[in-house]
C-alpha cells in the first residue's frame, strides 16, 4: 500500500578505510525504515557519492560531488580510522570538505571515530598525522562520538540517528499531528499469553500445580527387564546396551518435575510511535510467601526415559530425588526474555520457553525492567502469578504398579 511520506537523506562520508561501516549505516538506516517508517510517515535515505554521483566534465571533481550529493542532504554522518582521505585542491580531503560544507549550511555532522586496532604495517603515517590534526581542530568545535568495534558503532549509529530525526522534526514547522507523532516515545507493554495458544491473558494469571512427595523414593527397586523382553543385545557390553537400571526412579522424577512446573509465556507490544530494536526485559520473580523456581522448559526431561542406554550413557549420576529439587528453590529468582525488534503498533509473542514451580501456594510478583535501543531510559512494568500448588502424597510402588498396568501417561493423569 502507498503512502506519503516526509524524507530525509543522510550523506554517508569517510575515507576508503571503513567500507565495512559504511555498509553498516546503510543497514541501519533501512532498519530504521522498517520499523518506523509507515507509522511515522518518514523515509530515511542514506546518500554515497558512488551511488548518487555521475560523471561531469570540466568541473573539480568534489565540486561535482558537492552540487549533485553534498548539497542535497538532510544530515551527514562522518566516519574515520586511520585516514582522511586525499586533498581535494580546497580542503584537507573530500570527506572533509564534505564535513565543513554540510556544516557551513547550518546542517546536523555526526562524527564517528574508530578506535579500533590496526596492524602498523598496514597504517598510512602522513594519513595518521594528517587525521590527529584533524581531531584536534574538530574537538574543540563539535561533540564527537568513539568506537572500538563495529557492533559498537551499530548500536551507537541506531540510537543517536533516532535522536537527530526528532531534533530534525522540532526544528521544521510541522503540522500538529505530526509533532505529536514525532514526540512520542516508544512505549513497550508487558504481559502474560496463553502458552500453548498465545492468545493474551493480561497483567494477572492463576496457575495450578501439583506437588507429589514420594516418601520412599530411596526404596525404589532396580528396573529389569522381563526374559521375554530382553534386547537382543543387553549383554553385548561396551559395544551393546546395557539395561538402564534407574528407569523407575528416572521415570517417577520426570511425573514429579512435569506436574510441579508449569510453563508461563509472555506478550509485548510497543503502543509508541518509535519502532524498537535489541529489546531486553531483565526479570525479577519474588514469592509472597514460600520458595519458587523459575526454568527453562530445556532443563526439564522431555520425555520417558529409555528402558536401555548404550554402555556410555548410562555412566551418569543417579537422577535427583523429588525432594531434592526444593533445595534450589529459593524466595527471589531472576531471569530475561530478549526479542530483535518490535514495530510500532505491533505485538510479538515469544515462544514460551520458561517454566514456574513453588514449594506451596504463593503469589509472585514479575518485575520487568525493559531496555531497547529507542528507549532513554529502561521502563518497568509489573506482572502477577497466583500459583496454586496442590501437595500429593504417593508411594512409588504404586506408580510402579500402575504403570504396569497401563504405561506412564496413564499412570500420570489418574494418580495425579
Request: aromatic share 8%; net charge negative; charged share 25%.
Amino acid at each position: 500500500m502507498s503512502y506519503s511520506a516526509r524524507a530525509f537523506r543522510i550523506l554517508i562520508a569517510s575515507p576508503s578505510d571503513v567500507v565495512e561501516e559504511r555498509e553498516i549505516a546503510v543497514s541501519v538506516i533501512q532498519q530504521w525504515n522498517d520499523l518506523n517508517s509507515v507509522e511515522r510517515q518518514i523515509v530515511l535515505l542514506p546518500l554515497r557519492w558512488e551511488t548518487h554521483s555521475a560523471p561531469e566534465y570540466g568541473k573539480r571533481p568534489q565540486e561535482v560531488i558537492n552540487k549533485q550529493v553534498v548539497d542535497n542532504c538532510d544530515l551527514l554522518l562522518g566516519i574515520f580510522w586511520t585516514r582522511v582521505g586525499s586533498p581535494t585542491g580546497v580542503a584537507e580531503s573530500g570527506t572533509i570538505e564534505e564535513i565543513e560544507r554540510v556544516a557551513t549550511q547550518g546542517k546536523p555532522v555526526m562524527l564517528y571515530f574508530s578506535t579500533n586496532k590496526k596492524s602498523p604495517d598496514e597504517i598510512d603515517l602522513e594519513q595518521l598525522k594528517r587525521l590527529r590534526e584533524f581531531k584536534q581542530k574538530t574537538f574543540k568545535n563539535a561533540l564527537v562520538e568513539s568506537y572500538s568495534s563495529q557492533i559498537e558503532f551499530r548500536d551507537k549509529f541506531a540510537k543517536h540517528i533516532e535522536i537527530q530525526i526528532r531534533a530534525l522534526l522540532a526544528s521544521q514547522n510541522l503540522p500538529d499531528d505530526a509533532a505529536s507523532q514525532a514526540k512520542a516515545e516508544t512505549d513497550i507493554h508487558l504481559e502474560f499469553a496463553d502458552p500453548e495458544s498465545g492468545a493474551r491473558l493480561g497483567k494477572e494469571i492463576t496457575i495450578n500445580s501439583t506437588l507429589i512427595v514420594i516418601p520412599d523414593f530411596d526404596s525404589i527397586p532396580d528396573y529389569e527387564e522381563k526374559t521375554e523382553n530382553k534386547s537382543p543385545l543387553s549383554g553385548l557390553g561396551l559395544m551393546g546396551e546395557t539395561v538402564n537400571r534407574d528407569y523407575y526412579r528416572e521415570l517417577i522424577s520426570y511425573i514429579v518435575q512435569r506436574r510441579l512446573f508449569q510453563p508461563i509465556r509472555f506478550w509485548l507490544k510497543n503502543e509508541g510511535a518509535i519502532g524498537a530494536r535489541d529489546i531486553y526485559a531483565d526479570m525479577t520473580a519474588t514469592a509472597e510467601n514460600g520458595k519458587i523456581c523459575v526454568l527453562s522448559i530445556a532443563s526439564l526431561p522431555t520425555g520417558d526415559p529409555p528402558k536401555f542406554r548404550s554402555y556410555y550413557t548410562s555412566l551418569k549420576p543417579s537422577p535427583q530425588k523429588p525432594s531434592d529439587l526444593l533445595a534450589g528453590f529459593t524466595d527471589t529468582w531472576q531471569t530475561q526474555i530478549e526479542a530483535p525488534a518490535l514495530q510500532p503498533k505491533r505485538e510479538i509473542i515469544p515462544e514460551a520457553d520458561l517454566v514456574v514451580g513453588a514449594a506451596a501456594t504463593t503469589k509472585i510478583t514479575i518485575t520487568a525492567r525493559i531496555f531497547a535501543d529507542s528507549l532513554p531510559e529502561p521502563v518497568t512494568r509489573k506482572l502477577t502469578i497466583l500459583l496454586n500448588v496442590k501437595k500429593v502424597e504417593l508411594k512409588s510402588s504404586d506408580i510402579i504398579d500402575a504403570m504396569a498396568d497401563r504405561g506412564a501417561t496413564g499412570v500420570q493423569s489418574e494418580k495425579e
